[in-house]
């Protein structure tokens, strides 16, 4: 017991060092870069433009300090402090059954964080995004989309915790097998119903008017064979001033969604090398290789849950002093990403790679410029900084750094003029 409790403080401690410490790298990387546009963006982007991006980022980072420093606190009053064992005695008293009980429990502690997290979010929209020209939500917006968010949670979120609960208390020493099952089912039916059935609950979808653009990205759907039902641009300006395009669906439900704001700032040819890119994604696979490694990591994840529900130390050593379905489900579920966060590098590196190659096969389908030219403006319009901490984005950046994606387009110009 005593064991894995020095094991977990110290990856909580090392971890939490380690994002501290590589936000602070980013940090002075960005502010001594603050005063100059790199070279490879003079021509694209203001010095008024880079010093933007440069103390979003910075008040960004400050944000991660307190947000990180905070959730290593509470990780500590729930756990060892013994506030879940409090919550759990508290639960106890109800007099109703362990299934009732579990998931009573889970879900009063799960809105326990959230509202705890309320706070964090009200600032980043409303403080953080307002004073860089983001925010276009409003009070009301923002509560009614809490209250459409927490409800669709509770009527997805109840009836698939009592199931596991339920597979945990009579499923025998397989019951992660079965509930590894029923969680793709679920993520299936949610992925199929969320273009058709949630996000309209959020915005609304228009179909791509008649035009220019609407017939550049049809020929390119026809060169890439993808299919889809249809083409649409989202009324995402209603919330922020970030743009942005995306997939949704799958199989023959997919469609092609673009924000408004995207619509805003990008040329036709612009459009359709994003969208290409995109489509790259898609072409090659890395839809589906994605997914495998999610379903992958649950399986395995719920396997490792599975073995340590059936040990006494695992409890203990965090602060719980019985065990139960509903306690080792909570308890892993906020003690996993302590040890989990060591592996993001990996993922990071493999989703660099992605990108590297959807950029690839976007140039071959539109040419490199018009992708480039449509990057600068999304890093611009996005205030993203241009000059990123190396290691720090290594570690957690998903996409290329701006100055690494475009200098890899650049280099195919330069080869085909030289050819």
């Known amino acids: 017991m005593a064991d894995f409790t020095l094991l977990f403080l110290g990856a909580l401690g090392a971890g939490l060092a380690l994002q501290l410490w590589l936000l602070q790298r980013h940090a002075r990387q960005v502010a001594a870069n603050r005063g100059q546009v790199p070279d490879a963006f003079v021509e694209r982007i203001t010095l008024a433009e880079h010093q933007k991006a440069a103390d979003y980022t910075l008040a960004k980072v400050s944000m991660l300090r307190i947000d990180l420093s905070f959730n290593a606190l509470l990780l500590l009053i729930l756990t060892l402090g013994g506030g879940i064992a409090w919550l759990d005695r508290l639960w106890q008293t109800t007099g109703y059954g362990p299934l009732t009980t579990g998931v009573g429990l889970t879900l009063s502690l799960l809105l326990l964080l959230g509202l705890l997290e309320l706070p964090f979010s009200i600032w980043r929209t409303f403080v953080l995004e307002a004073r860089f020209g983001f925010n276009r939500t409003t009070p009301q917006r923002f509560l009614l989309d809490l209250a459409l968010q927490t409800l669709l949670s509770l009527l997805l979120g109840i009836p698939l915790l009592w199931i596991v609960l339920w597979l945990m208390q009579e499923a025998g020493q397989l019951w992660w097998l079965a509930a590894w099952l029923v969680w793709i089912g679920v993520t299936l039916l949610v992925t199929w119903i969320y273009p058709t059935v949630i996000a309209p609950l959020f915005n609304r979808f228009s179909p791509l008017e008649e035009g220019q653009l609407k017939n550049r990205i049809q020929q390119l759907l026809d060169r890439c064979g993808f299919t889809s039902k249809g083409i649409f641009i989202m009324d995402g300006s209603k919330r922020s001033g970030h743009g942005n395009a995306y997939f949704t669906g799958f199989g023959k439900q997919k ?95 493999l989703s660099r790679r992605h990108e590297f190659e959807a950029d690839d096969f976007a140039q071959k389908q539109t040419g490199a410029e018009p992708l480039i030219q449509a990057l600068v403006k999304l890093y611009r319009e996005n205030a993203n900084t241009l000059t990123p901490d190396p290691l720090y984005s290594a570690f957690h950046d998903s996409h290329p750094p701006a100055p690494v994606r475009v200098a890899q387009l650049s280099s195919t110009i330069s080869h085909k003029l030289e050819s």
């Open 255 to 349: 469609r092609i969604v673009f924000f408004d704001t995207l619509m805003e700032s990008l040329a036709p040819e612009e459009m359709e090398a994003v969208l290409a890119h995109e489509l790259g994604h898609y072409k090659l696979r890395h839809v589906y290789k994605q997914l495998f490694f999610s379903v992958l990591a649950t399986l395995l994840a719920l396997a490792l849950l599975g073995w340590l529900s059936g040990q006494d130390w695992f409890y203990q050593a965090l602060g719980v002093a019985r065990s139960s379905d509903a306690l080792a489900l909570l308890l892993f579920l906020l003690v996993a990403p302590v040890f989990a966060q060591f592996l993001t590098p990996i993922a990071s590196f």
